[in-house]
């Protein structure tokens, strides 16, 4: 099977990333369906692998050559970077499910399509034996005097006596909401946007049971076996081993909007789940990982966004930190606490803190100033102690030093 790719095009974005979507043709020896592809590009000296946007369906592929049109959410730094790009083809999937769907469809649709035309036969039938008598053309005509009288095939419209009795009420109805919006003007440049703040609440409560089911995902055998499997023959190395294969596994499995895992700061009071992306709908929930960089331990930068003024306003007080406050990230695999090393003000094109640099780090990004999008408050922290949870577990933690804010 094969993919050609005739068009590539930017369609827009949001904070950190950039929308691209790409048009071709599938082709296979014999026409079948297949799973959204996956593209690779290149990091460095590793790759990123990005799923296509949630919502996007199955392919089709014909010998001939299907059209197709898939999107990406694709990280700043790697859309502007000259790495090299990749479409890797879905797995053919078998769609039986699908094509009953298409048959009864089909089979409604022809039931249907018979039963309005044994309905206008007999309209007809009875058209032809009864001729209805023409109207009056009076009757067709309407009033020269715009003062007469109702026609008389006019009908009276009654009139409530409720909506009559809630004029006097308008003025203070009409105060009543202009004190709402006040008080939602106010609490938003005091705390925060007060309907968006209950819609993260909400999310984030849903959000801690998805992580806990998480959690108990990655204690099982299954998960086990995987990161025994990626086991180095240096002892020191294979609690690093198994985070980084799990990490890689749960980056693999994890769609946008879904949780990757907690974090917690403890001079903002905070504790939040985040999940996977940067869309709108991702950072609705709560801070996003950004699609492309790298979860917490595997070698790279872990790139995480949040809003300062709606939905939950996670980030809000994150030009608060300070150089050497802890920031800990807690993975089903893994604990990991970082310090943070400063702070950036940044224009929003600007995505090169987010490159990776040759050691694990993280950075927390939000627009600045409150209330406004100009630039980007950037918090950059070094990772200073991994500690195994789950099937990664081992002996004691591994640890790790150094680095600098760049």
Not at 81 to 93: F, I, K, N, T
Not at 227 to 246: S, W
Not at 265 to 273: S, V
């Amino acid at each position: 099977m094969t993919l050609d790719v005739a068009h590539t095009e930017y369609a827009g974005g949001g904070p950190g990333f950039a929308l691209v979507r790409l048009s071709g043709a599938a082709r296979t020896p014999v026409a079948c369906r297949l799973a959204p592809p996956t593209l690779l590009i290149a990091d460095g000296p590793s790759w990123r692998r990005l799923a296509t946007v949630p919502g996007t369906e199955l392919l089709h592929a014909t010998p001939d050559g299907a059209p197709f049109t898939v999107a990406f959410e694709v990280p700043l730094h790697l859309a502007l970077s000259d790495g090299a790009w990749w479409l890797e083809p879905g797995p053919e999937v078998a769609d039986k499910a699908h094509d009953r769907r298409r048959l009864d469809e089909l089979a409604g649709r022809a039931a249907a399509l018979g039963a309005e035309l044994a309905a206008l036969r007999l309209r007809v039938d009875e058209a032809q034996a009864e001729p209805a008598p023409a109207p009056p053309i009076d009757a067709l005509r309407p009033p020269e005097d715009p003062d007469a009288a109702p026609t008389p095939g006019a009908v009276r419209v009654p009139r409530r006596g409720r909506l009559r009795a809630l004029r006097p009420s308008l003025p203070a109805l009409l105060v009543a909401t202009g004190a709402l919006a006040l008080g939602d003007a106010v609490a938003t440049v005091v705390w925060q946007e007060p309907v968006s703040a209950l819609w993260a609440a909400r999310e984030q409560h849903a959000l801690q049971d998805d992580l806990e089911r998480l959690d108990a995902a990655y204690k099982t055998p299954a998960v086990a076996a995987t990161a025994a499997a990626k086991k180095t023959t240096d002892p020191a190395r294979t609690a690093q081993a198994r985070i980084r294969a799990l990490a890689h596994t749960l980056e693999s499995r994890t769609t946008g909007g879904k949780p990757l895992g907690e974090l917690r700061i403890p001079r903002l009071d905070a504790r939040l789940i985040v999940v996977q992306g940067t869309g709108s709908a991702a950072l609705r929930s709560g801070p996003g990982h950004y699609s492309g960089t790298a979860l917490p331990g595997q070698d790279g930068t872990v790139g995480i966004a949040g809003h300062r003024t709606t939905y939950g306003a996670p980030f809000r007080n994150l030009d608060a930190l300070r150089r050497g406050d802890p920031i800990t990230m807690t993975m089903p695999y893994g604990r990991f606490v970082y310090r943070v090393e400063g702070t950036r003000i940044v224009k929003p094109q600007d995505v090169s803190s987010l490159r990776a640099i040759g050691r694990q780090r993280l950075v927390l990004t939000a627009c600045h100033p409150l209330y406004s999008a100009a630039e980007r408050l950037v918090v950059i922290a070094r990772l200073e102690q991994a500690t195994p949870r789950g099937a990664a577990a081992s002996t004691g933690p591994s640890r790790r030093g150094g680095g600098d804010a760049a």
